[in-house]
């Protein structure tokens, strides 16, 4: 699949095939007035400008297909380190001591990740604590405590200090 072009490369191509047009009409055109008007009856003068506008419409689109073919490599190629990257990601997550986990910080804590080791800790599977699961990880911290976790959370994120 191709990913969608950023702007400044839209726009690059689009004035490359500008400038590339305004020359191209502009010499054939004068080509065909200089050269070709003494050469040929006035008859064929059509037909050459037909021939050259086919050229420039063969050229530009060499021109299309060889960007966008470079574009989809970049692609490709992006999405698949992408995918390793992922890939080593989960491996570490897997075979991490403890609990990973990312959530939002709101009422509930939801979950936006949360590793399977949570069901050694908790005894609930992953999914048990997700959005629209059983219970939400606000649910696994005792009531007596949630003020205080809650509390240091929020001064240690807003301090940009990772917390335990």
């Known amino acids: 699949m191709l990913k969608r072009l950023e702007n400044n490369q839209v726009l690059r191509v689009a004035a490359v095939y500008v400038a590339i047009a ?6 054939s055109d004068r080509f065909v007035e200089e050269i070709i008007e003494n050469l040929l009856p006035k008859q064929q003068h059509l037909l ?14 060499l021109y299309f297909y060889f960007t966008l ?7 490709s190629k992006e999405r698949d380190d992408r995918e390793e990257i992922e890939r080593q990601l989960r491996i ?10 990312r959530c939002l910080s709101d009422a509930e804590w939801s979950m936006l990740y949360l590793s399977d ?10 999914h048990d604590l997700y959005p629209q699961g059983e219970l939400t990880f606000e649910d696994l911290i005792h009531p007596e405590d949630r003020d205080h976790v809650r509390r240091t959370v929020k001064v240690q994120s807003e301090t940009m200090h990772t917390f335990n």
């Not at 305004?22 to 010499?27: E, P, S």
């Not at 570490?92 to 986990?101: D, F, I, T």
């Not at 080791?117 to 992953?126: D, F, K, T």
């Open 48 to 61: 050459v400008h037909t021939v050259i506008g086919w050229i420039f419409v063969a050229a530009t689109g």
């Open 22 to 27: 305004f020359v191209y009409v502009y010499l």
């Open 69 to 75: 073919t470079s574009s989809a490599l970049q692609t």
């Open 117 to 126: 080791a949570i069901y050694e800790l908790s005894g609930y599977r992953p």
């Open 92 to 101: 570490l997550l897997e075979n991490a001591p403890g609990v990973a986990y």
